[in-house]
């Protein structure tokens, strides 16, 4: 069973960081291409960044300067760093893998003074 668990969300203050994590199990990680997405309160799904197998990356181009996507295939897991938090960034985030339906549940991320 593919299993995608993210955590590392909370609330934070405007130019705060947070690093995002994304367990994965339950299916051949270090063979996967994986993304970050995330959901605004009353928009539509929006893509971050994306992680291949060979560890290429492409990201959206607003997203470049604050967030950084990583994998550790050791551990099967993947990461968003991400910094300078805008009250903008507030979100569900979703770690998922690339051609697939599985997402995980998300977790929440709150930037707010």
């Known amino acids: 069973e593919v299993q995608l668990v993210e955590s590392g969300g909370g609330l934070v203050q405007p130019g705060e960081s947070l690093k995002l994590s994304c367990a994965s199990s339950?299916?051949?990680?270090?063979?996967?291409?994986m993304y970050w997405a995330r959901q605004a309160p009353g928009k539509g799904l929006e893509w971050l960044s994306t992680?291949?197998?060979?560890?290429?990356?492409d990201s959206a181009g607003e997203m470049k300067d604050r967030f950084t996507i990583s994998r550790d295939n050791a551990k099967n897991t993947m990461y968003l760093q991400m910094n300078d938090l805008k009250p903008d960034d507030t979100a569900v985030y979703y770690c998922?893998?690339?051609?697939?339906?599985?997402r995980g549940q998300g977790t929440q991320v709150t930037v707010s003074s």
């Open positions: 998922g893998i690339a051609g697939s339906g599985y």
């Open positions: 339950g299916f051949t990680f270090t063979s996967s291409h």
């Open positions: 992680i291949y197998s060979d560890g290429r990356i």
